[in-house]
């Protein structure tokens, strides 16, 4: 995989490439003890505390903790940063930079028990918005078997110490093709349309539950694409850094990632299969 830029940060971020590693190091840091409290701590059987955008959206108790514990360690550790959390953090920064955490991303895989959920940490540049954002660190940590991504803008991304490789099939038909699907029962219905499309058209689709997981395995070549609708700026902060992406930024709308030639030939299939319409058009 081309590897990210290596030049330095242009104004208005300057930064060098030694800070940009003091940061990757704390957002390993960070992922890593949060997951380590989560695989500890956590209960014979978990329950759901709440629900967010529908029934089956659910946030646990252990959510909420490990996001109040990345919250207490940021703001202690660098105070003048913002903060931007799943589960409703929200600090204006007056650094300029801005920490962007999913305390459990998967949590209907932690809920029930499933090894596909993990930490993810970033720190940003800029307003915590994928389409002006500067990405600049960021670990994602799968809590079942402590994998760790990390990445920092300009030096690379990596498992652990090994330099990741992004795949590069030779055609379309080739492609395991990793995505996610949202909880309004209309938008399912439009996912599970759109799939009857896309399945013929690439090798097999895998579903994890974690879209921070899926972007570490494209990056690392265990996915050769990867596309999903609904994605919060917490599911791609620490994922998307990790890869190299074309086309239009990653977004709530859409995000597709992979080689480019066929990032853009899976783009046209969703183009015309209307995968980005608007959820209230749906029938």
């Known amino acids: ?98 920490w962007v955490v999913d305390p459990i991303d998967g949590t209907v895989n932690y809920l029930y028990g499933l090894p596909g959920y993990s930490v993810s940490v970033a720190v940003v540049w800029g307003a915590p918005d994928p389409a002006t954002w500067v990405q600049v660190a960021g670990a994602v940590v799968r809590v079942s078997d402590m994998a760790t991504w990390w990445a920092g803008r300009g030096i690379g991304a990596f498992r652990g110490e090994t330099a990741l490789a992004i795949n590069n099939p030779v055609s379309l038909g080739a492609c395991l093709t990793g995505t996610g699907f949202g909880y309004d029962a209309r938008l399912r219905a439009l996912q599970a349309r759109v799939l009857l499309e896309v399945l013929p058209a690439v090798r097999d689709i ?39 992406h074309e086309g239009a930024p990653p977004s709530k709308t859409m995000t597709v990632a992979g080689p480019s030639s066929l990032v853009f030939e899976l783009a046209e299939i969703l183009r015309k299969t209307g995968a980005a319409a608007d959820i209230n058009d749906v029938r």
């Open 1 to 98: 995989m081309p590897q990210p830029e290596t030049h330095r940060f242009s104004t208005p971020l300057e930064i060098t490439p030694e800070q940009v590693r003091e940061l990757a190091s704390l957002c390993r840091t960070l992922a890593h003890d949060a997951a380590q409290f989560i695989a500890s701590h956590r209960p014979p059987r978990e329950s759901v505390a709440d629900t967010k955008s529908t029934p089956t959206d659910v946030v646990t108790q252990m959510d909420r903790d490990i996001e109040a514990q990345l919250r207490g360690r940021i703001v202690q550790l660098r105070p003048d940063d913002g903060l931007l959390g799943e589960e409703g953090s929200s600090k204006a920064s007056t650094s300029g930079f801005t």
């Open 206 to 244: 895998r579903r994890v539950g974690s879209a921070a997981v899926d972007l570490c395995s494209l990056a690392e070549g265990s996915l050769d694409l990867y596309f999903e609708r609904g994605l919060s700026p917490w599911d791609l902060a620490a994922g998307t850094l990790t890869i190299d």
